[in-house]
């Protein structure tokens, strides 16, 4: 049994430990509050987008009409893998490396092997990740130290300028979905070409009158929408990571406490021990003085 030392400085630890991960707990319960209320503010409104722009892009006459939606294959793919800049949040970060590891070596494999395909990581765990398994990162964008429209437009019109100019035929997005604080889900999303969204309703045609013009439409309503979409995946994942987080301090910050009962407890039985031992020998002696 270790000593009363020992113990007492292991309970010193765990309650400082547990001190830490509890004002972590609250400090991204705080973040998590703001960063919840803006994906759900924003969800509805890119949702009903982009079933729009499915429907429109379906309307057009030719594939000249949007260059967004043309299917040239899976030749060169953009693989963007959104994760957090930081750790301590659970499984949040491992399970997409995981899926984007699992579409390295399996979906994209043929495109790996021939150096075709290209991966934007935001977020420092994903990049650091992947560089230290071999993989080129192309780019780390640090798109979380300004997370807001403004910042988010110029980098998908990258994306869209390049897809457009046939660098790139397909563009995935790999990230988690915010559902509570308790749930994230994982979503591989194609992003470009623009494909239709499924839904669980019938599909019925629509016939669109195009007001000012097909043209205008295309130039401004495509580009918002895929912002839009691609903002919504970065709401989504940053609002995922502060429920992860809050969850995992949540744990922590219990198991921290139990282990501090347990600590508590083997302290108490070795004084207890210590001091039976102690009035042992003073017994002993005692007996041994009359003897």
């Known amino acids: 049994m270790a000593n009363l030392k020992e113990i007492r400085s292991r309970m010193s630890s765990v309650k400082t430990t547990r ?63 959104i994760n957090s800049n930081r750790g301590l949040c659970g499984g949040f970060n491992a399970n997409v490396n995981k899926q984007v590891l699992l579409l390295l070596e399996n979906d994209f494999a043929q495109q790996v092997n021939s150096d075709n395909l290209d991966i934007l990581a935001i977020g420092k765990n994903t990049y650091d990740f992947f560089r230290r398994h071999g993989y080129q990162i192309t780019e780390k964008n640090k798109l979380y130290s300004n997370l807001d429209f403004e910042h988010v437009g110029p980098v998908v019109e990258h994306i869209m300028k390049d897809f457009a100019n046939a660098k790139y035929d397909k563009v995935v997005l790999v990230y988690n979905e915010f559902k509570n604080a308790a749930t994230q889900i994982l979503q591989v999303e194609q992003l470009l070409p623009i494909v239709e969204k499924e839904t669980e309703t019938k599909k019925t045609s629509v016939d669109y009158l195009f007001e000012p013009s097909k043209t205008e439409i295309v130039q401004d309503l495509i580009p918002r929408s895929l912002k839009i979409q691609f903002y919504k995946a970065l709401l989504d994942s940053h609002a995922a990571e502060h429920g992860a987080r809050m969850t995992a301090m949540h744990q922590a910050t219990d198991n921290a406490t139990e282990l501090l009962s347990s600590l508590k407890l083997q302290y108490n039985k070795a004084r207890q021990a210590s001091i039976t031992n102690e009035i042992l020998e003073i017994v002993s002696g005692a007996e041994a003085l009359k003897g």
Do not use: C, F, W
Not at 26 to 32: F, G
Not at 48 to 59: A, P
């Open 19 to 81: 001190q830490v991960t509890s004002a972590m707990k609250m400090v991204s319960a705080a973040k998590l509050r703001r960063a919840q209320e803006a994906i759900i503010r924003i969800r509805p409104y890119a949702d009903k987008l982009h079933e729009i722009l499915g429907n429109l892009s379906e309307s057009l006459e030719s594939q000249e009409d949007n260059p967004y939606s043309i299917d040239r294959g899976s030749k060169n793919i953009l693989l963007i893998t």
